[in-house]
């Protein structure tokens, strides 16, 4: 696989688009993996990695999209 912004060999694949990055290109930051309901604490917690590779062009949307049609 090829770096989407110069060509050379992709190192890592964005975790939220599949894009692939380049050492040089590739960005950090977190990545929300789980979300799960504390019984103790009776309130929600997630599981987040801090470090996950993004490739800094894609935008993953700040809040939930509503998808009624699964209800």
């Known amino acids: ?8 060999e992709a ?3 964005c975790r939220f688009c599949g894009r692939g ?5 590739a960005r950090f930051g977190p990545y929300l993996l789980e979300i799960s309901r504390s019984v103790l604490r ?3 917690e997630a599981l ?3 470090d996950a590779v993004q490739c800094g062009t ?3 949307r700040p809040q939930p999209v509503a998808m009624p049609e699964l209800d």
Request: net charge negative; hydrophobic share 45%.
């Open 48 to 50: 987040v990695v801090e």
């Open 1 to 8: 696989m090829l770096c989407w912004f110069c060509a050379e």
């Open 21 to 25: 990055v380049c050492a040089e290109h």
């Open 58 to 60: 894609c935008h993953p």
């Open 42 to 44: 009776d309130r929600a």
């Open 11 to 13: 190192r890592a694949t």
